[in-house]
């Protein structure tokens, strides 16, 4: 059994239950949308993290998600997966935590949402940044045809 490094230890910054308000800015034919939801991270043994999230799309459809968190400590990366109830592809992260130890960074390949319907994949970040312990800020990115980053989502989660 693997030992828990200090990363795992870490991300237990996200346990709990977390309320959320988000919202997205307008793209293409999509308007600009706002939404609230409700995630509860629970730890699964020493070494893993994860969340379940409900939320209402903007079509007033409910929304489900789930997330996992860990620390590969082979590979020295974060890891872990990302899935919603609104699509049928499952995202798979890896990243690293920022120097001054608030900020991890998640990247990950997806369908290129740009046009409105799933293209190729294309290289997309989450970036999670902790205020304090109880507000945290999601923000999620993805990489354009210039090679810029150009976000599409935040969401602040207040602990509860």
Same mark, same amino acid.
């Given at each position: 059994?693997?030992? *828990?490094?200090?990363?795992?230890?870490?991300?237990? &910054?996200?346990?709990?239950?977390?309320?959320?308000?988000?919202?997205? #800015?307008?793209?293409? !034919?999509?308007?600009?949308?706002?939404?609230?939801?409700?995630? +509860?991270? =629970? @730890?699964?043994? *020493?070494?893993?993290?994860?969340? %379940?999230?409900?939320?209402? $799309? *903007? %079509?007033?459809? #409910?929304?489900?998600? @789930?997330?996992?968190?860990?620390?590969?400590?082979? &590979? @020295?990366?974060?890891?872990?997966?990302?899935?919603?109830?609104? $699509?049928?592809?499952?995202?798979?992260?890896?990243?690293?935590?920022?120097?001054?130890?608030?900020?991890?960074?998640?990247?990950? @390949?997806? *369908? !290129?949402? /740009?046009?409105?319907?799933?293209?190729?994949?294309?290289?997309? =970040?989450?970036?999670?940044?902790?205020? %304090?312990? =109880?507000? +945290?800020?999601? +923000? /999620?990115?993805?990489? %354009?045809? /210039?090679?810029?980053?150009?976000?599409?989502?935040?969401?602040?989660?207040? &602990?509860?």
């Amino acid at each position: 059994m693997d030992t *828990p490094k200090k990363e795992h230890e870490w991300l237990q &910054r996200f346990l709990g239950e977390w309320q959320a308000t988000g919202e997205s #800015p307008a793209t293409g !034919d999509q308007p600009a949308s706002t939404w609230t939801s409700t995630e +509860r991270f =629970r @730890q699964i043994g *020493p070494l893993w993290l994860q969340s %379940d999230a409900e939320s209402t $799309m *903007p %079509d007033g459809t #409910p929304a489900s998600m @789930q997330l996992t968190l860990g620390y590969n400590s082979q &590979r @020295q990366k974060f890891v872990g997966t990302w899935l919603g109830s609104m $699509m049928d592809f499952l995202w798979v992260y890896e990243g690293e935590l920022s120097s001054d130890g608030n900020t991890l960074t998640l990247n990950t @390949q997806g *369908p !290129d949402m /740009s046009e409105g319907q799933p293209g190729p994949l294309t290289p997309y =970040r989450d970036i999670h940044v902790f205020v %304090d312990d =109880r507000h +945290r800020i999601l +923000r /999620s990115e993805m990489q %354009d045809a /210039s090679g810029n980053w150009v976000q599409f989502m935040e969401v602040d989660y207040y &602990r509860q």
